[in-house]
């Protein structure tokens, strides 16, 4: 795990101009601290937790974290980072990672028919003649045609293998046919951590425990509450008629693989801090459980499910938001173009989520120990103040050689446009589309406003082929876009002028 951690901070590094402006941003997010303790704090109090823990992600390692209350009452156990909580549905994500590790090993297609691997699924009748057969894709973005099954599924958690199989046999109630909508189904992920088991010859627990997290250190995630410590086990509770009352812990089963997952800040960042080594991409060395390109296939929004318009974050500041699922995560973008990735989860004694923002190079986890804790509200609530307060932006990305390279043989080009079809710098459709002389008038028009051109600024790319750049003029700036072919290499096939503003 050290050597993941070193070489995911190394290679955010890079995107620095110097080592001391990557202090300053963390220096900048550590200051922070204060307030976000007592954000948790407050929301603590307002909805009655006994106790929560949480922390803070960035560059590929746990910067901040923090506990408050008690992991239990009777005992009143300080909550700390430390502390096991149970986390529900951010389990599910873990076996989506489980099922991308087989296919990694070739044991498995995603868009396999799901009866390959429980063939108690290839008798079962479909909702309609037409359906067809539930893929484990299907199952990965709930689009098994399953029925929301929140209520139900939460008191599944110690069914046994055969419960599982009888239930099939007897034939699943469908809201829907296979690959039309999302609806979110427990039941899917429980049937994942059986095809898991069947593939892989191992207990679905056993194989999550070797695959993913010995080789992340997470050595004191576990299944099974009666395996915790007693000191740091988190009990779980309801708020009612004005007082806390202890739920009953449920042991581990086969809905395990749905939300059954106990596991600590600090043993769970770790996990947090692997999703995050996907972005951006890169040529470092693959040092996870699976490539960090899998991890970005189970983190793309296979399927949209909401759209909010009018979503508001907890400062007040509304700003429309788009959500969809991936391979069990949660995907959504909102109007600032910022990105978030993750999972809640909900049970009967706890509530928890954890988040990234990839663009940003952070991610926060946070567990709780009442019903249902809605943790997703604060967690966005801190997220937006450390962006706030630490003045964070975007990642800068890495300008490629090709895309310099093209810039500056374009600087030394204009404003004259001297022998430029000749140049070879051009696509094939670059004059066709527009001819030198009215492309020379379109920078002139402007030269007249800015002044003599007197240099040029950075590129400021996009991606690793589009980006702007300004040309200083001694009144003005003349901003310059452009784009390249997907030839090799790469040549300029459009060109855009505008006055800097």
Known sequence: MRRLIFTFSLFFSGFFTHAQTQQERIDKIRATLPVIEKMYQEYAEKNHFPGLAFGLVVDGKLLLSGGQGFSEIATKTKAT?????????????????????????????????????????????????????????????????FPEDNPWGDRQLDTKDEDLINLIKKGISFSNVPGVTYEYANLGFAILGKIIGNVSGKPYQQYINEVIFKPLGMNNTIWEYTLAPKELL???????????????????????????????????????????????????????PILRSDVREMQMPWNFNNLSANFKYPSGRTCAMVSAYGYG?????????????????????????????????????????????????????????????????????????????????????????????????????????????????????????????????????????????????????????????????????????????
Not at 95 to 124: F, S
């Open 329 to 501: 995560l949660r995907w959504s973008r909102d109007c600032e173009g910022r990105t978030g990735i993750g999972h809640t989860g909900g049970l009967p004694g706890f509530g928890s989520q954890w988040q990234i923002l990839p663009e940003y190079g952070i991610g926060i986890l946070a567990h709780a120990n009442r019903t249902y804790a809605g943790m997703a509200t604060i967690n966005t609530a801190v997220l937006d103040t450390i962006i706030s307060l630490a003045g964070l932006k975007p990642l800068p990305i890495k300008v490629s050689a090709i895309l310099k390279k093209r810039k500056e043989e374009l600087v030394k080009l204009l404003p004259e446009w001297k022998n430029a079809e000749q140049s070879g710098i051009f696509a094939e459709n670059f004059f066709p589309d527009r001819s030198v002389s009215h492309r020379k008038k379109e920078l002139d028009v402007l030269l007249a406003k800015t002044g003599n051109i007197t240099g040029s600024t950075d590129m400021v790319p996009e991606n690793q082929l589009r980006g702007t750049f300004l040309l200083k003029g001694t009144t003005g700036d003349v901003k310059v876009y452009f784009t390249l072919s997907p030839e090799n290499p790469a040549l300029i096939q459009q060109l855009d002028f505008s006055f800097a503003k």
């Open 81 to 145: 980072p430390k502390s096991l909580f149970r986390i529900a549905s951010m389990s599910k994500s873990v076996t989506a990672m489980g099922i991308m590790a087989l296919k990694r090993e070739g044991k498995l297609k995603l868009d396999d028919p799901a009866y390959l691997y429980v063939p108690e699924l290839k008798n079962m009748p479909g909702l309609t003649a037409d359906a067809p057969p539930i893929t484990i894709r299907h199952l990965l973005t709930h689009m098994a045609g």
């Open 234 to 288: 988190a009990h779980g509770y309801r708020y009612e008629d004005e007082i806390w009352k202890e739920e009953q812990l449920e042991h581990d089963g086969t809905y395990g693989a749905m939300g059954g997952l106990i596991t600590s800040i600090d043993d769970f960042s770790k996990y947090v801090s692997f999703h995050l080594s996907a972005w951006p991409p890169s040529s470092v060395p693959e040092t996870g």
